[in-house]
Nanobody
Framework: QVQLVESGGGSVQTGGSLRLSCEAS????????MGWFRQAPGKEREGVAS????????VYADSVKGRFTISQDRAKNTLYLQMASLKPEDTAMYYC??????????????????WGQGTQVTVSS
């Protein structure tokens, strides 16, 4: 089991930036890949970005490509999501997750086992 705690959410205006953090604890050495997901009220959870912990390979959703950057500090067991040029459509609860077995895509929720509680991001125009 990997415990995950997100932080860094908040309220920003369109065009602003935020950096989300996800601190991991527990059986962190077993993580194969990490991801960021988001969910807005009344909508399904959406994969945002993912990174393979061993080699740093990254995958991004088309909607955030070029604006968001996923990274990790393996020594600190911390995952980051740098968000720039934020839009109102980015408003959602953002979750980090740890995966151990891919299920078709690293951006699919079913690929992940352990989840954090989320941090809210609100973008206003």
């Amino acid at each position: 089991q990997v415990q995950l705690v997100e932080s860094g959410g908040g309220s920003v205006q369109t065009g602003g930036s935020l950096r989300l953090s996800c601190e991991a604890s527990g059986d962190t050495d077993r993580r194969v890949f990490m991801g960021w997901f988001r969910q807005a009220p009344g909508k399904e959870r959406e994969g945002v970005a993912s990174i393979v912990t061993g080699n740093g390979y990254t995958v991004y959703a088309d909607s955030v490509k070029g604006r968001f950057t996923i990274s990790q500090d393996r020594a600190k067991n911390t995952l980051y999501l740098q968000m720039a040029s934020l839009k109102p459509e980015d408003t959602a609860m953002y979750y980090c997750a740890a995966g151990f077995r891919p299920s078709g895509s690293l951006l699919r929720s079913s690929s992940y086992r352990d989840w954090g509680q989320g941090t809210q991001v609100t973008v206003s125009s």
